[in-house]
């Protein structure tokens, strides 16, 4: 009995052409997997928390476009700021203010040139019930302790409501004894669940409830104060980012159309120029 080697099938050329085809193929997109992943990162991004909603569609957007990732981390502005300053590991503060961002480049812990204001809120009395003729000065009809105002040691927005109180006709007995929460966003819970009668609420915040089926109001219920300046909020990317790609693409994109668009969508104004 005799053995031999079975016989190969001989390569033609078209086939050969068509192995080395796929073999570059592969090669390339072996190459683009690996170039992708090396560029790819994450950053944590600290969110006033009117803006909380806002921040997690450009995160998904941003994520569809890109490789990096992002965690949504939201709070009032002060708590956040001072959280960066006590070591926090956040990479971008978009604050409800353009104090926080500033003080942070100020010591050292925003990289330079990074702050910029990225969006213009609006702020409004919100009085359920309240009278046909709704403004500030019929406010002294109720309770200090019926109207409800965003902390204003820690929010921006809190801080606007004191300001615009305090240009009216209230004394300071009553301004004391006004509702003090958190942030503006559980201003709108708690004027939506009657837990207080009227409170200074941000646009944004009323838009992404209303839209998420958490509120309802009508037209007349609020007074948007337009003789009001635009809340401008402004952000900073943290020196730990300053060489973080996930960091630096999100402050790139702020700019961008459909970014814009989504700022827009929840109530905010863009602003013409950096302030």
Same mark, same amino acid.
């Given at each position: 009995? *005799?053995?031999?080697?079975?016989?190969?099938?001989?390569?033609?050329?078209?086939?050969?052409?068509?192995?080395?085809?796929?073999?570059?193929?592969?090669?390339?997109?072996?190459?683009?997997?690996? /170039? /992708?992943? *090396?560029?790819?990162?994450?950053?944590?991004?600290?969110?006033?928390?009117?803006?909380?909603?806002?921040?997690?569609?450009?995160?998904?957007?941003?994520?569809?476009?890109?490789?990096?990732?992002?965690?949504?981390?939201?709070?009032?502005?002060?708590?956040?700021?001072?959280?960066?300053?006590?070591?926090?590991?956040?990479?971008?503060?978009?604050?409800?203010?353009?104090?926080?961002?500033?003080?942070?480049?100020?010591?050292?812990?925003?990289?330079?040139?990074?702050?910029?204001?990225?969006?213009?809120?609006?702020?409004?009395?919100?009085? %359920?019930?309240?009278?046909?003729?709704?403004? $500030?000065?019929?406010?002294?009809?109720?309770?200090?302790?019926?109207?409800?105002?965003?902390? %204003?040691?820690?929010?921006?927005?809190? !801080?606007?409501?004191?300001?615009?109180?305090?240009?009216?006709?209230?004394?300071?007995?009553?301004?004391?004894?006004?509702?003090?929460? @958190?942030?503006?966003?559980?201003?709108?819970?708690?004027?939506? +669940?009657?837990?207080?009668?009227?409170?200074?609420?941000?646009? *944004?915040? &009323?838009?992404?409830?209303?839209?998420?089926?958490?509120?309802?109001?009508? +037209?007349? !219920?609020?007074?948007?104060?337009? !003789?009001? %300046?635009?809340?401008?909020?402004? &952000?900073?990317?943290?020196?730990?980012?300053?060489?973080?790609?996930?960091?630096?693409?999100?402050?790139?994109?702020?700019?961008?159309?459909?970014?814009?668009? $989504?700022?827009?969508? @929840?109530?905010?104004?863009?602003?013409?120029?950096?302030?």
């Amino acid at each position: 009995m *005799s053995w031999a080697w079975p016989e190969r099938t001989p390569v033609t050329p078209y086939k050969l052409i068509l192995r080395l085809r796929w073999l570059q193929t592969l090669s390339a997109s072996l190459l683009l997997l690996v /170039t /992708t992943c *090396s560029h790819a990162a994450e950053a944590r991004i600290a969110v006033a928390s009117n803006f909380r909603d806002t921040a997690l569609a450009i995160a998904e957007q941003l994520e569809a476009t890109s490789p990096h990732r992002y965690q949504i981390i939201a709070g009032s502005t002060g708590k956040l700021a001072s959280q960066i300053i006590n070591g926090a590991p956040f990479d971008i503060l978009m604050a409800a203010d353009q104090r926080r961002p500033r003080e942070l480049e100020l010591r050292g812990l925003a990289v330079p040139g990074s702050v910029m204001t990225y969006a213009l809120g609006e702020m409004g009395l919100w009085w %359920p019930e309240g009278p046909d003729a709704l403004d $500030l000065e019929k406010l002294t009809k109720l309770p200090a302790g019926q109207v409800c105002i965003a902390n %204003p040691a820690v929010a921006p927005y809190g !801080d606007a409501a004191i300001a615009v109180l305090s240009a009216g006709s209230m004394d300071a007995d009553w301004l004391d004894g006004l509702i003090r929460v @958190d942030n503006v966003n559980l201003v709108t819970g708690w004027v939506a +669940t009657g837990q207080a009668r009227a409170g200074f609420v941000a646009r *944004s915040a &009323m838009i992404t409830a209303k839209r998420g089926g958490e509120i309802l109001f009508g +037209t007349d !219920d609020i007074v948007w104060l337009k !003789d009001h %300046p635009p809340i401008a909020q402004a &952000m900073a990317v943290i020196t730990r980012a300053a060489d973080n790609p996930a960091a630096t693409f999100w402050a790139r994109q702020l700019g961008t159309g459909p970014i814009q668009s $989504l700022l827009e969508r @929840d109530g905010y104004r863009i602003p013409q120029v950096d302030q």
